[in-house]
């Protein structure tokens, strides 16, 4: 569906208030994280919000992470929820969502797998990634399969290339339980031995392979009415994932003439519960 830039601000101030008890939870059990994405691009360049981002993205390390999915849920209000394949069964993503249970943003690749579809925020986990070329092309391969199985039971349309076809039964033959192979997938990494690289699970590609020396301690900046932790090099971060970072816009593709942002949701809302949508 299509938002216009009104209606994305009440979903950003949704996110915000998402973001806020994230950041006081994190800072009640000491860990770390770091602004990444289009929300870092935001942070620098706009002290908040990138106009018509429609989400907030964050990065912890993994042992900070971990203790975030074992120990936040009790520490956010009713309202929030911490959904990753360990807190919902159906939950498909290799990365962790904070959900508000009294919006929706229902996306239609989601809609039978019986999830909370509440407006949100990522949290993507940082594992190490192996220096040798071997051991990265041969979890590149078992990925790739676990990738193949879990999209086998999405709502992708069945009209695709025989080929396509093929390879998601073969997926299933090779890995028979869809929920084995979420959570193979998402905990592929994890137990890399240290490595000067991070790969950022679920993330984007350049961040494969990123230098840790990036991220570091981090530097505090403001980000609306908050102040937030990004990586203590956040412009050459920047400019591995974007390239010319200043004169990038991570919504244009997303634009449309009317002035409008296209989403990956049929159905937003600020005010109901996606319980009742």
């Known amino acids: 569906m299509n938002l ?3 209606e994305m601000l009440e979903v950003n101030k949704v996110q915000l208030e998402i973001f806020k008890q994230f950041i006081d939870v994190c800072n009640k059990l000491n860990l770390k994280y770091y602004m990444v994405h289009g929300s870092l691009l935001g942070t620098l360049r706009c002290n908040g919000f990138f106009p018509f981002d429609d ?3 964050v990065a912890m390390p993994r042992k900070d992470y971990d203790i ?4 936040g849920q009790k520490l956010f209000s009713n309202r929030y929820f911490i959904q990753s394949y360990k807190s919902e069964k159906n939950y498909p993503l290799p990365f962790a969502k904070i959900r508000d249970s009294k919006t929706a943003f229902i996306q239609p690749v989601l809609k039978g797998l019986n999830v909370n579809q509440g407006i949100y925020i990522d949290i993507f986990p940082l594992d190490n990634y192996p220096t040798s070329k071997l051991t990265r092309t041969y979890l590149s391969i078992k990925e790739r399969i676990y990738s193949i199985r879990i999209s ?3 709502l992708y349309s069945n009209k695709q290339p025989l080929w396509k076809r093929i390879l998601r039964v073969s997926s299933k033959i090779a890995c028979p339980s869809w929920r084995m192979a979420v959570k193979k997938r998402a905990d592929l990494y994890s137990n890399i031995p240290n490595s000067s690289l991070f790969i950022t699970v ?3 590609v350049k961040e494969r392979g990123i230098d840790k020396s990036l991220f570091e301690k981090g530097l505090e900046h403001s980000f609306e009415d908050v102040t937030v932790n990004c990586p203590s090099m956040s ?5 591995i994932i974007y390239g010319d970072f200043e004169n990038y816009n991570p919504a244009e593709k997303y634009m449309n003439e009317d002035n409008t942002v296209t989403v990956s949701a049929e159905i937003v809302s600020t005010t109901q519960s996606y319980k009742k949508l």
Do not use: R
């Open 4 to 6: 216009t830039y009104e």
């Open 55 to 57: 989400d907030i993205d």
């Open 68 to 71: 975030l999915l074992k120990k």
């Open 152 to 154: 086998e039971q999405l």
């Open 202 to 204: 679920g993330g984007k």
């Open 235 to 239: 412009q050459k971060y920047l400019s």
